[in-house]
């Protein structure tokens, strides 16, 4: 991880945060004991930049990371933009826009200072995903999409400690 947190932090993104499953996954992990991380689906890396808002940029910047990395399941967007796509209010930060995440435990995000301290993003704090307890962000207001997303990511079966709240 850190190594990854090292390569992040040389793109220069502005407020750059790497995100949801990358850090939530591996505090599940081990909670649950597991001395092996559980394979990702993707690494979420989020920005924040109003002057650059071109989706094509962050297709050079997944491209890069997949060369520098050798594995193709990077996703970088600027959370300048994700309000169009999620139908919100312009977001004003990457703390603003991981607010709208469907759950508590995705909107939390890490990253590497310049002086090699990590600093933790969690708009909704840390209880959530240290109690293993699932629950829809308060301004996600689709309960039905967070039910259908949480069912789908069959994380009981991942992580059986896992108390999942209904929507």
Same mark, same amino acid.
């Given at each position: 991880?850190?190594?990854?947190?090292?390569?992040?932090?040389?793109?220069?993104?502005?407020?750059?945060?790497?995100?949801?499953?990358?850090?939530?996954?591996?505090?599940?992990?081990?909670?649950?004991?597991?001395?092996? @991380?559980?394979?990702?689906?993707? #690494?979420?890396?989020?920005?924040?930049?109003?002057? *650059?808002?071109?989706?094509? &940029? %962050?297709?050079?910047?997944?491209?890069?990371?997949?060369?520098?990395?050798?594995?193709?399941?990077?996703?970088?967007?600027?959370?300048?933009?994700?309000?169009?796509?999620?139908?919100?209010?312009?977001? @004003?930060?990457?703390?603003?826009? #991981?607010?709208?995440?469907?759950?508590?435990?995705? *909107?939390?995000?890490?990253? &590497? %200072?310049?002086?090699?301290?990590?600093?933790?993003?969690?708009?909704?704090?840390?209880?959530?995903?240290?109690?293993?307890?699932?629950?829809?962000?308060?301004?996600?207001?689709?309960?039905?999409?967070?039910?259908?997303?949480?069912?789908?990511?069959?994380?009981?079966?991942?992580?059986?400690?896992?108390?999942?709240?209904?929507?």
């Amino acid at each position: 991880m850190m190594n990854d947190l090292r390569m992040l932090r040389q793109l220069k993104l502005p407020d750059w945060y790497v995100a949801a499953g990358y850090v939530r996954n591996y505090i599940w992990d081990r909670l649950h004991g597991y001395e092996r @991380r559980t394979p990702l689906n993707d #690494i979420d890396v989020i920005y924040y930049d109003t002057n *650059a808002t071109d989706e094509c &940029l %962050e297709k050079e910047y997944e491209e890069l990371l997949a060369r520098q990395t050798g594995t193709s399941i990077w996703s970088v967007k600027n959370q300048a933009r994700m309000h169009i796509r999620n139908g919100d209010a312009p977001y @004003r930060s990457v703390e603003g826009a #991981i607010s709208h995440w469907p759950e508590t435990v995705t *909107a939390v995000a890490i990253r &590497l %200072e310049e002086d090699d301290r990590l600093s933790c993003l969690s708009p909704y704090g840390l209880d959530d995903i240290f109690e293993l307890r699932v629950r829809r962000s308060p301004l996600f207001k689709d309960s039905a999409y967070y039910e259908s997303r949480v069912e789908g990511k069959n994380w009981r079966a991942l992580w059986p400690k896992l108390e999942i709240l209904p929507g």
